[in-house]
């Protein structure tokens, strides 16, 4: 809609804060609105209505915040749900089609490995999650030498041609 949403992982440059950057957005202007607090390393983020669902950086989680833009400016968030990734090592990316409850993550495993990569795909995710952990049984992994995967970084869906395409750092060029 009318919002824009960055996340700010810590970093000496940004006084090591882990944060929701939140705009209002119109064809002529982007203002600032408000700002979280966070308390885990950021990296991906993905919106759907007023959930926001973030991945923990350095980590196998993914955190879930519900009724995003209602929460109290300047407030350290809370997440809802943690959802642990069996396998993962560190997750990156995500998309998420609310219409068909499917999840994708990208797991970069090690970052200076470039053949360690996977792409993890999460039918019924809002099921399969909801105990806060998405077992090996309940997902779908893509890895090995063949898939090409050694440090995705993020991860698109377009359902229009039935593709998935996954930004990849170590392989290819880049």
Same mark, same amino acid.
């Given at each position: 809609?009318? +919002?824009?949403? %960055? %996340?700010? /992982? %810590?970093?000496?440059?940004?006084?090591?804060?882990?944060?929701?950057?939140?705009?209002?957005?119109? *064809?002529?202007?982007?203002?600032?609105? +408000?700002?979280?607090?966070? *308390?885990?390393?950021?990296?991906?983020?993905?919106? #759907?209505?007023?959930?926001?669902?973030?991945?923990?950086?350095?980590?196998?989680?993914?955190?879930?915040?519900?009724?995003?833009?209602?929460?109290?400016?300047?407030?350290?968030?809370? *997440?809802?749900?943690?959802?642990?990734?069996?396998?993962?090592?560190?997750?990156?990316?995500? #998309?998420?089609?609310?219409?068909?409850?499917?999840? &994708?993550?990208?797991?970069?495993? /090690?970052?200076?490995?470039? #053949?360690?990569?996977?792409?993890?795909? &999460? +039918? /019924?995710? #809002?099921?399969?999650?909801? /105990?806060?952990?998405?077992?090996?049984?309940?997902?779908? !992994?893509?890895?090995?030498?063949?898939?090409?995967?050694?440090?995705?970084?993020?991860?698109?869906?377009?359902?229009?041609?039935? !593709? &998935?395409?996954?930004?990849? !750092?170590?392989?290819?060029?880049?």
């Amino acid at each position: 809609g009318s +919002k824009l949403v %960055a %996340a700010q /992982d %810590a970093a000496d440059s940004n006084g090591n804060l882990n944060r929701f950057y939140i705009y209002d957005a119109s *064809p002529t202007s982007i203002t600032l609105d +408000k700002f979280y607090e966070s *308390p885990v390393n950021l990296w991906g983020i993905t919106l #759907t209505n007023t959930t926001m669902y973030a991945i923990e950086d350095n980590s196998s989680n993914l955190d879930v915040f519900n009724d995003f833009f209602n929460q109290t400016a300047s407030s350290t968030l809370v *997440p809802d749900l943690t959802v642990s990734i069996e396998n993962m090592v560190r997750t990156h990316g995500l #998309t998420y089609d609310a219409e068909n409850d499917l999840m &994708i993550l990208t797991d970069v495993g /090690d970052g200076g490995n470039a #053949t360690d990569g996977a792409l993890v795909v &999460i +039918k /019924d995710f #809002t099921t399969v999650s909801g /105990d806060g952990m998405v077992s090996a049984s309940e997902q779908i !992994r893509v890895f090995g030498a063949s898939s090409n995967l050694g440090n995705p970084v993020d991860v698109a869906l377009d359902k229009v041609n039935n !593709r &998935i395409y996954v930004a990849e !750092r170590a392989n290819g060029g880049g």
